[in-house]
């Protein structure tokens, strides 16, 4: 059964610090990994997208890393802000001929900053 | 931008009532989705529509119902409602069925049966 596994469940950092969320997949076949952010009472909302060839993208202080041989995928965030504090849904897509029932979510990252 | 509106934010409910929850897109998208949001058991496909008048079932359809009669709205009907329906609701659109696709979400429902 495909599966996404994130962790930790839930971060309490300081503001101005950096983070490391991790997931960890078992879809296959793999085609791509996204991340996204969801506020507090609102949809998420798409940070990076990476294929299979990718192992490095960023989007303005969040930078996410794949490893497809191992399966894992990081999003890192540097010099938090308060406003980044939300959920944070690691996505894998692992129907190649495409269709919505190939995604598999996680079940997110609540990460909380702290002034 | 894309735009996806819910018609409400907050519901309350009571237990056996018909409940209709609409979704609107401003993108043309062709595809829409309806997702529930649990605690610890995260986004779960309910059903998806990739045309007008076509859906196909997701993960958890049992007690969902859904209508696409224009392009631009999906809507999630809840024949009779029970309290184990109480969760977050989220709807989402894309332009095409495919793995790079990106969905843009709505604000999402939150529905409470009692």
């Known amino acids: 059964k495909n599966q996404v596994e994130q962790s930790p469940q839930s971060l309490i950092i300081l503001e101005g610090k950096n983070c490391t969320l991790q997931c960890n997949y078992t879809v296959s076949p793999f085609s791509n990994l996204r991340w996204y952010k969801q506020d507090t009472g609102r949809g998420p909302v798409s940070l990076t997208i990476?294929?299979?060839?990718?192992n490095t993208k960023s989007n303005g202080r969040y930078t996410a890393t794949l490893d497809a041989d191992t399966k894992q995928s990081s999003l890192h965030i540097t010099a938090s802000q308060l406003s980044d504090s939300a959920s944070y849904i690691c996505?894998?897509?692992?129907?190649?001929?495409?269709?919505?029932?190939?995604?598999?979510f996680g079940k997110g990252t609540h990460l909380i900053i702290q002034p | 931008d894309v735009k996806v509106t819910q018609s409400s934010r907050y519901l309350v409910k009571r237990t056996g009532e018909k409940v209709f929850l609409e979704c609107v897109q401003d993108?043309?998208?062709?595809?829409m989705f309806w997702y529930r949001q649990d605690p610890g058991l995260g986004l779960r496909l309910i059903y998806f529509?990739?045309?007008?008048?076509?859906?196909e079932k997701g993960d958890i359809p049992e007690g969902y119902s859904v209508s696409r009669e224009k392009k631009e709205r999906f809507s999630l009907i809840l024949e009779s409602a029970s309290t184990n329906q109480t969760s977050m609701y989220l709807c989402a659109s894309s332009l095409y069925l495919g793995d790079q696709e990106t969905q843009y979400f709505g604000p999402g429902t939150r529905l409470l049966v009692l």
């Open positions: 990476m294929t299979f060839s990718e």
């Open positions: 996505v894998v897509s692992g129907n190649s001929g495409g269709g919505a029932d190939g995604l598999t």
């Open positions: 529509s990739y045309d007008v008048k076509m859906k």
């Open positions: 993108m043309d998208h062709e595809n």
